[in-house]
């Protein structure tokens, strides 16, 4: 398998991944996930906030945008997902922590 295709293949998972577990948070939190082309778009019912995130081939990383930031993850095969290098929060954690400061309490993906 090509680095393109192995990217491709781990970035399809955890996008997917992502977009169920927010999926099944708006049930509990006013949140409002949408897939499209790719990316996940995360609106807030109680605020003008938009959050994206969405795989960029040519870097190999998932970017984050959130809070007027651009959060780059690398695939990590120790930790077998996308990881934030400054902080070395997973994408999970990392959108959680996000998505908790926007909501003002805490939430779990």
């Known amino acids: 398998m ?3 295709q192995e990217f491709q293949k ?3 998972e955890a996008m997917d991944r992502l977009y169920r577990a927010l999926s099944d948070a708006a049930d509990d939190y006013p949140i409002e996930p ?3 082309a790719g990316a996940i778009k995360i609106e807030f019912e109680n605020s003008p ?3 994206v995130v969405s795989p960029n081939a ?3 990383q998932i970017w984050v945008s959130a809070h007027s930031r651009s959060f780059k993850l690398d ?3 120790v930790e077998m997902t996308f990881v934030h290098s400054e902080s070395g929060l997973t994408l999970m954690e990392l959108m ?3 998505i908790s ?3 003002g309490k805490e939430v779990l993906l």
């Open 75 to 77: 695939w990590d095969p």
């Open 96 to 98: 959680e922590q996000q």
């Open 58 to 60: 040519p870097a190999r």
């Open 101 to 103: 400061r926007q909501l």
């Open 34 to 36: 949408e897939m499209d």
């Open 10 to 12: 781990h970035a399809g």
């Open 2 to 4: 090509t680095e393109e």
């Open 49 to 51: 906030a938009k959050f």
